[in-house]
């Protein structure tokens, strides 16, 4: 019997059949939401120095200061999303990407205080990010595989081929 099952799961294993290693959840989306908090800072900081207010530096904390929390609270959202899915289904693929994405847009919308808006959000944000990743999770096109050597050859300049190969006056070959 052990003989069939391992006759039968080497003649059918595929690249889809590849282990699935399961993501923390709660870590990843710690991770991304403390991130994307910090990319809130910086837009709240920004929103900040644009407005005009008499509260000086402290209003990109008492002003605008929900930005940070509305970002981490998204990124926080998509990356649970997206882990628990994965953990759920056992697969690493694009539905993943675009649950999140989903999330993190109906997060928005309610937000927002519309229904609509969080519907649209959410299909628009998980349409996104669910192409995203189905290319590959870059923007340039699939990564060409070369090895460290072809790389440092294609980095560094290379010397141009000599004119003169053997044919110097000393040679005894020049007579």
Do not use: W
Not at 110 to 118: E, G, K
């Amino acid at each position: 019997m052990a003989d069939f099952h391992e006759q039968h799961s080497t003649a059918t294993a595929t690249s889809s059949d590849v282990t699935y290693d399961p993501k923390p959840s709660l870590r990843y989306a710690s991770t991304i939401g403390l991130q994307a908090g910090i990319i809130g800072a910086v837009v709240s900081a920004t929103q900040n120095a644009f407005g005009n207010h008499t509260q000086g530096a402290a209003g990109v904390f008492t002003r605008t200061g929900g930005t940070i929390g509305f970002f981490a609270a998204m990124g926080a959202t998509f990356a649970f999303t997206e882990a628990t899915i994965a953990n759920q289904r056992q697969k690493d693929d694009a539905l993943n990407g675009a649950a999140g994405g989903c999330a993190a847009g109906f997060l928005a919308g309610i937000r927002a205080r519309s229904l609509p808006m969080a519907v649209t959000s959410c299909v628009i944000i998980g349409a996104a990010v669910g192409a995203f990743d189905y290319g590959g999770k870059r923007i340039y096109g699939s990564p060409v595989e070369e090895t460290q050597e072809e790389r440092r050859k294609r980095f560094f300049k290379q010397p141009l081929p000599s004119l003169y190969t053997n044919s110097s006056p000393d040679s005894p070959d020049s007579e």
